[in-house]
């Protein structure tokens, strides 16, 4: 048989669902804001080492082309 609860009960029942709620929903913000964070480092750190990357890949393709195209003496 289901149980009957007082209005007391229920208002008491309805306030700790908010309080939980309102717990949970602010652990999500915090959550998101870490990853957010951790992403953003993380892309920083890929950038500076495509920046980094590409300079020394591009100066040995330079020389590849430059040693191809001009014809030594």
Known sequence: MAKI????EVKRRRVNFQIFAGIYDFLG???GIVVIVA???LLAA???WVARDGQESFASLLDIFNSAIIIPK
């Open 29 to 31: 913000v915090v959550a």
């Open 46 to 48: 890929l950038v500076n």
């Open 39 to 41: 992403c953003a480092f």
């Open 5 to 8: 609860y007082t209005r007391q």
